[in-house]
């Protein structure tokens, strides 16, 4: 997370509030002594009862590790513990494929077992011989992922909200060492059971045959279900976040359209450094850029919070205050911003207020001509406007537009452009901040589409990490189905040619082998689809609009997830059907 040094420490009084007896406030940085720790520090302000005036309150002065704000206090901690979670539920899809392939390749070979045994090979040989086959296996799966890691490492850092997360190709490295080592001592537990299974079982039945395939088949089933199951999850959340993500980004500011969005500029100004004269200055330069049709100034983003919070029904008095979120606008604010007034007539004067539809139907009473003050400022109400949608995790309280020349303050700054010529005027706007502002200071300059996307990070982040984890979860189940479909019409081959025989047609036999996976892709969606349901209750409370996840959407899911399935079966059903039945019969 990026630091300005400028305001590490209030030297200048920058945070200073003459109207609250310079009260200030902010964060001050201390290089610890060896042995030191924040904890003791914290202990040591106690002792001295040190304390500083905030907002008519004494609040003692605390300590904490670098770093332990930011992350109790960020989103950090939910995008790492959804990772987690991710990861942990592709890692077992992996490993589920994994173990099934060698419990199928060891329980397969029980006749060179009992062979084995006759020519006088022990316990301690065949767990040798099997382990070793595990350890090649792995090694090879980790060497591909070794030269993965090298490959896109770069391209593992991304923006997140107001920091950057980097992944470290050394650390990355050190900790898939680790899964080595844990799956392979999974293996060697694996390889163990399996000596010990064939350790009880008679020479004769290990040479002739046993009941082992229908226990092998079984399992196998309950690992195919489990990866359906983890297939559902990830791509019933795939298709929320993207549904979701294109909800409130048509919602915010709703009154533009995305094409509208994608050609406002928006950047900030509010440097400390600059006078607000100068502020002025440069807007008043850029706006006349060609291709800039109209400019907008705002004292904060729209997107990053509100001018104020409260309103008064009677000067000075705090008690008749009541919610409601204030901007300070200018008097262009409604055309660039395509408002419509539903009632009333736009800003004209600085006593003019305008409202929104949610703030007269939360008071239940017509506010045209009504006065509210800001403090000692008494504005009249002259018209009512649509609502404005700047945030969509908090219902709002309605809003007040508050007539401001910002001659005082302007921290932000949005410029309309010709559809046909918003890169050039991007382009103009940055080299200009550069030549203006000092070297240390990197200007950002982007679309309002662009503020949407960045203010909705977890749907617009987390989409295509989620989409990208889906796409190899199914791409795993898949091949498991493939593996297992394959195995089944070869050891039934004699079984599909007598039923030929006796006059079995192609829907039958396709109905004998899909039945299995048509039973496995619905019980796994009857448990899956209950809990993604009760989760997505739960994250719906977040937001105050949801996209409609109705019968279209489950109905959606699962039927693209049996299409695929369907296409993977039916190649190997379709080729087994087509089998000559005498050959397969002279075969055997």
């Known amino acids: 997370e990026k630091l300005d040094m400028l305001t590490l420490n209030d030297s200048e009084g920058t945070l200073q509030f003459s109207d609250r007896g310079n009260m200030t406030g902010g964060w001050g940085f201390a290089l610890l002594h060896p042995g030191k720790t924040a904890q003791k520090l914290e202990a040591r302000f106690h002792s001295m009862n040190l304390k500083h005036r905030l907002y008519d309150e004494e609040t003692a002065i605390t300590a904490s590790s670098f770093g332990e704000k930011f992350w109790n206090k960020s989103i950090a901690p939910f995008f790492a513990g959804i990772t987690m979670v991710v990861g942990l539920l592709i890692l077992l899809t992996g490993l589920l494929n994994f173990f099934h392939f060698l419990m199928g390749t060891f329980l397969n070979r029980n006749h060179e077992y009992g062979i084995r045994k006759v020519m006088g ?33 770069p391209y593992l850092n991304f923006s997140l909200f107001d920091f950057v997360l980097i992944i470290e190709k050394n650390l990355l ?22 000596v010990l299974r064939i350790r009880y079982i008679a020479i004769r039945t290990s040479i002739h045959g046993s009941e082992i395939k229908r226990h092998k088949h079984g399992m196998r089933n309950m690992l195919l279900g489990i990866q359906f199951f983890i297939c559902w999850i990830f791509v019933s959340l795939t298709v929320a976040l993207y549904m979701q993500a294109e909800k409130t980004e048509s919602t915010l500011f709703n009154t533009l359209t995305e094409k509208e969005k994608a050609n406002i500029l928006s950047f900030p100004i509010d440097y400390m450094f600059m006078k607000n004269e100068e502020k002025l ?71 003019d207020l305008v409202v929104d539809q949610t703030a007269v139907e939360r008071q239940k009473k017509d506010l045209l001509g009504t006065t509210l003050y ?40 949005y410029l309309k ?172």
């Open 417 to 588: 452009c010709d559809p046909e010529r918003t890169a050039e005027v991007k382009a103009l706007v940055e080299k200009t901040l550069k030549e203006t502002l000092p070297e240390s200071i990197h200007p950002k300059v982007t679309t309002l589409q662009e503020d949407i996307y960045e203010a909705q990070a977890i749907e617009n982040k987390l989409k295509g990490i989620i989409l990208f984890f889906s796409i190899v979860s199914l791409i795993i189940t898949l091949l498991g189905v493939y593996s297992a479909i394959t195995l089944d019409t070869e050891r039934r081959q004699k079984e599909v040619a007598i039923r030929k025989v006796n006059g079995a047609g192609l829907k039958q036999i396709i109905f004998l082998f899909a039945r299995l996976y048509m039973g496995l892709l619905a019980g796994s969606a009857t448990i899956a689809f209950p809990l993604i349901y009760a989760f997505m209750q739960m994250w719906k409370r977040t937001y105050i609009v949801f996209f409609n996840d109705g019968i279209l959407y489950w109905a959606g899911i699962f039927m693209g997830i049996t299409f695929i399935t369907t296409l993977t079966v039916l190649f190997r059903i379709l080729k087994i059907a087509r089998i000559n039945p005498a050959k397969v019969i002279k075969n055997e």
């Open 121 to 153: 090979s022990g316990n301690r040989q065949l767990f040798y011989q099997l382990f070793v086959q595990s350890v090649v296996i792995a090694s090879i799966a980790f060497l591909l992922t070794f030269c993965l890691i090298e490959i896109i490492s």
């Open 173 to 194: 490295f050190v900790q898939t060492a680790e899964y080595m080592g844990f799956i392979l001592f999974l293996c060697m537990i694996l390889c163990f059971a399996t």
């Open 281 to 351: 200055a440069l807007i008043e330069r850029v706006s006349k850029y060609p291709g800039v049709q109209d400019k907008l100034l705002a004292d904060i983003s729209y997107l990053n919070g509100v001018s104020g919070n409260l309103m008064l029904t009677e000067k000075d008095n705090r008690e008749s205050g009541f919610e409601i979120n204030t901007m300070a606008v200018s008097t262009n604010f409604f055309r660039f911003m395509n408002i419509p007034l539903l009632t009333g007539r736009p800003l004209e004067t600085q006593e």
């Open 374 to 413: 800001n403090n000692s400022d008494g504005y009249t109400i002259c018209g009512v406007c649509a609502n404005f949608i700047a945030n969509v995790y908090n219902q709002s309280p309605g809003f007040a537009f508050l007539p401001s020349d910002f001659t005082y303050f302007v921290g932000h700054c």
